[in-house]
């Protein structure tokens, strides 16, 4: 079964610190690789994706993540924080179901930007 | 605009009732979802609907009801309901089919039952 991790339930930087929120990913087959990320009492917002090629992905808000297929990882980073970016972020990983695609989430991590 | 959303909001009832949440998306999406999101925050998904058809059912108790009456809505209609059904819950849509496209979620309608 398809499956992300995401060990911390919570990071704590000081704003214009960079950061990473790890995820780890398990999948047979090729992954295809999300972050969302949710603001409080709001929906998730799509921030980026993997599927294919550049390991390094560039999305929404400043935000990228590094692609590694030996560590099994899909990182998320930015290299200077905002008050503004604390909020929850989401890694999902593409599920087959029934022939259509979905999507299996990680159990959130609660970003906290210090000012 | 809005690209997809809910109604209500905010639903508080006491067990035992019925209750329907409303999604719309004015996307073109072919495919719509509901996830269920618990206190812990844990988002999974419960069904799945592409051209009004259902084509994943997350083993959800019967008691959940989807229906779509076109592309574009999804309702979820829920019976009996039960103090473990206090969650939120949230609708999103995307293109479907083996593609990889990303998913669109609406606010959320937060459900407290009493």
């Known amino acids: 079964a398809q499956s992300v991790a995401q060990p911390e339930d919570q990071v704590n930087v000081a704003e214009g610190n960079p950061l990473t929120v790890k995820c780890t990913y398990s999948?047979?087959?090729?992954?295809?690789l999300f972050w969302y990320v949710q603001y409080p009492n709001r929906g998730l917002q799509f921030l980026l994706k993997?599927?294919?090629?550049?390991?390094l992905v560039k999305g929404s808000y400043g935000f990228e993540a590094e692609f590694n297929k030996s560590q099994t990882s899909f990182h998320l980073k930015k290299p200077s924080a905002l008050v503004s970016d604390s909020a929850l972020y989401f890694c999902a990983v593409r599920t087959e179901n029934s022939g259509y695609s979905t999507l299996t989430f990680g159990k959130g991590t609660m970003l906290l930007v210090s000012p | 605009d809005t690209a997809v959303s809910q109604t209500p909001k905010y639903l508080v009832t006491q067990m035992g009732n019925d209750k329907s949440i409303k999604c719309e998306q004015n996307l073109g999406h072919d495919t719509m979802y509901w996830y269920k999101q618990d206190s812990k925050k844990f988002l999974k998904i419960m069904f799945s609907?592409?051209?009004?058809?259902?084509?994943i059912n997350e083993t959800v108790p019967n008691r959940f009801s989807p229906k779509s009456p076109d592309k574009a809505h999804l309702n979820l209609h829920i019976n009996s309901l039960e103090l473990g059904d206090s969650a939120v819950y949230f609708c999103?849509?995307?293109?479907?089919?083996?593609?990889?496209?990303?998913?669109?979620f609406g606010p959320g309608t937060r459900l407290t039952v009493t």
């Open positions: 999948v047979s087959g090729n992954p295809y």
């Open positions: 609907y592409n051209n009004k058809e259902l084509i």
């Open positions: 999103a849509s995307s293109q479907g089919g083996l593609v990889i496209y990303e998913q669109y």
């Open positions: 993997y599927i294919t090629g550049d390991n």
